[in-house]
């Protein structure tokens, strides 16, 4: 089964900017809104941005003005940049469809952690 594959992630201090990809082939991720889930420990999986496929998106509040969703359908690939970042962005980060389709489709995530 496919699954995408995440990447961009690192230890930042607070303040800082990091840029994450996502590359997701296969037609279920090309044809359907991608989002930005994210994961602190102890916590549940939580969406934190959406994006469609004709480029319409949406954020929840706490990365509102901070954060950017964007994806590049020639390249199979969707992004998150993250400026401003803050030491409750810290989480594993991973992408996937947008509402979830396959929930056994989760790449490896990618760590972002911020400093304060």
């Known amino acids: 089964q496919v699954q995408p594959v995440e990447s961009g992630g690192g230890l930042v201090q607070a303040g800082g900017s990091l840029r994450l990809s996502c590359a997701a082939s296969?037609?279920?991720?090309?044809?359907?809104?991608m989002g930005w889930y994210r994961q602190a420990p102890g916590t549940q999986r939580k969406l934190v941005a959406s994006i469609t496929n004709g480029g319409g998106s949406n954020l929840v509040d706490s990365v509102k003005g901070r954060f950017t969703i964007s994806r590049d359908n020639a390249k199979n690939t969707v992004y998150l940049q993250m400026n401003s970042l803050k030491p409750e962005d810290t989480a594993v980060y991973y992408c996937n469809t947008v509402p979830l389709l396959l929930p056994n489709s989760w790449g490896q995530g990618t760590q972002v952690t911020v400093s304060s």
């Open positions: 296969g037609s279920i991720f090309s044809l359907n809104a």
